[in-house]
């Protein structure tokens, strides 16, 4: 059976959805399990814990990104403290 590019698209996003929902503990330790065995026959193992990977990295580089954001503002907000207010000279 030979899949179009758009039915590979959908089963990619029906596998990732099936992944999201079972790092959730959306489903029985044997319904995991099925799922798991059902997935490793589309995708090769070393495939799914590249994507992993790269998901973990993208998730690190958000949260860096949000913490970078954070400080800029905490430091905005101290030099806003700091200079006097207008017709208080």
């Known amino acids: 059976m030979q899949l179009s590019p758009e039915q590979v698209q959908a089963v990619n996003i029906v596998l990732s ?3 999201v929902a079972q790092r ?3 489903f ?3 319904d995991a399990h099925t799922l798991q065995e ?3 026959q589309l995708v090769p193992r070393e495939e799914q814990e590249r994507q992993a990977q790269e998901a973990r990295d993208a998730q690190a580089s958000e949260e860096e ?3 970078v954001s954070l ?3 905490e430091a905005e907000d101290a030099a806003a403290d700091s200079e006097p207010a207008l ?3």
Do not use: C, F, K, Y
Request: net charge negative.
């Open 17 to 19: 959805a099936v992944q």
């Open 38 to 40: 059902a997935i490793d």
């Open 28 to 30: 029985s330790l044997q």
């Open 71 to 73: 400080s800029e503002e």
């Open 24 to 26: 959730r503990g959306a």
């Open 87 to 89: 017709g208080s000279e």
């Open 65 to 67: 990104a949000e913490a």
